[in-house]
């Protein structure tokens, strides 16, 4: 399945994968969702309301934390997708396209 998803080569008695760790990487685009939600975000809308003090406080500690909360299911599908299809290390959905292409230089999908 890793070689239909990814450039495979053969060599030297087995197959291994071309992988570009920038794009094509679940498991640290998953850890780094997940890092800077529960190690930023979270803490930033927990201390903001503590520490602030002015009018709307209450909407801005209710955003920073609703869209931490939406980044962290994102990074918690992620997650369970890495752990569902083990080979998803190779192709994550989210950066289905390599950089080239995103930037137009490349026609293939």
Known sequence: MAATMAHAQEGGGGTTTAVNPIWDNCVITHGTIMGFVFAFLLPVGAIIIRVASFRGLVWIH????????????????????????????????????????????????
């Open 62 to 109: 209710a955003g920073i934390q609703a869209f931490a909360y939406i980044l962290a299911l994102v990074g918690l599908g992620l997650g369970v997708y890495i752990a569902v299809y083990p080979d998803s290390q190779v192709r994550c959905p989210i950066f289905y396209r390599s950089a080239t292409s995103i930037a137009g230089a490349d026609t293939t999908f």
